[in-house]
């Protein structure tokens, strides 16, 4: 039945997914901090247990991965280091403020498309990046307005989405490499980026873990391969066939999911004000494909 769908239905479906499963990382992340694997140092296992998990399929297929070349680093470079910066700037930042400054990224994606693409500015994916932003404000209660970075956390947030917007583009101009090979590369820079904050002195004065509390947490080794292996991969497939602004909007699932189930197991809020934001963000994921129909519908009818 998938397969039966076009491809630009099944890309957008894929990079949604990608933004639901990432929408549930805060699970492991904070298993993994009850363990004691706090700050940082989450971050360096949250990628370094994938990628021990691809060490095998590397090394296997290590000439394929050395025949794409440059591209396919600089697109593992950007998509590293963007959630790399995205995952700590809750350390250092409120997780608000994080969230609603990484998710400018449909507005940093849709102009570097347009720039370096010559991609399309449409009304859909303008009204879409309207409602999502919307969204995000009602379902955070910002009521003053969008926050401006002004701490640590708010710059790593916003360079996270900025890196995002990058890596979209590089996925969207690359057509040498495969969704394998693309998180391969994603993962051993995600563990670089994140092994140079953890050690730097924006992270302060935190030590690295004892092994002994690092064997404790390797059973969230299993829940963190079933989220973010394939949810990588999902974005990975994804995000070349569809416009970088609209990858952005679709993996704002990532905020729904993550609030439906912080409510249901972390007993965080989710009233009338999240519902409102999670149905305007469901929106914006939709508009590119309710739009055309519904002006096709109103111009007929006019």
């Known amino acids: 039945m998938f397969s039966r769908l076009s491809l630009t239905t099944r890309a957008s479906l ?8 990432w929408g549930l990382f805060w699970i492991p992340l904070r298993g993994m901090d009850r363990a004691g694997v706090t700050d940082a140092w989450a971050t360096v296992l949250f990628y370094g247990i994938p990628l021990v998990l691809f060490l095998p399929w590397i090394l296997r297929n290590w000439r394929r991965i050395a025949r794409c070349g440059w591209p396919l680093h600089f697109i593992g470079i950007a998509t590293g280091v963007s959630l790399a910066f995205y995952s700590n700037a809750m350390l250092y930042t409120e997780v608000v403020r994080g969230l609603v400054l990484y998710y400018t990224t449909p507005v940093w994606s849709l102009l570097l498309a347009r720039m370096l693409l010559g991609e399309a500015i449409t009304t859909a994916r303008v009204l879409a990046i309207v409602f999502g932003i919307a969204g995000m404000l009602v379902m955070f209660g910002v009521d003053l307005g969008y926050p401006s ?9 916003l360079i996270g989405a900025v890196g995002w917007a990058i890596a979209a583009v ?3 101009k690359d057509d040498g490499s495969r969704s394998m090979e693309i998180c391969s590369v994603y993962f051993f820079y995600g563990v670089i980026a994140a092994l140079v904050l953890a050690i730097s002195p924006v992270a302060g004065d935190i030590s690295a873990p004892d092994w002994s509390v690092v064997i404790d947490v390797l059973p969230w080794s299993i829940p963190i391969a079933v989220i973010v292996i394939p949810g990588a991969y999902a974005a990975f497939w994804g995000a070349p066939h569809l416009n970088p602004g609209v990858v952005g909007l679709l993996m704002m699932t990532e905020i729904s999911v993550g609030g439906i189930t912080a409510a249901i197991w972390a007993n965080e809020p989710l009233g009338a004000r999240e519902l409102t934001g999670i149905a305007l963000i469901t929106i914006a994921g939709l508009s590119e494909f309710l739009y055309a129909p519904m002006r096709r519908a ?3 009818d006019g």
């Open 170 to 172: 590089l996925l969207r």
């Open 149 to 157: 970075p002004r701490n640590t956390g708010d710059w790593m947030a």
């Open 14 to 21: 894929a990079c949604a997914y990608s933004g639901v499963a």
């Open 298 to 300: 109103l111009l007929r």
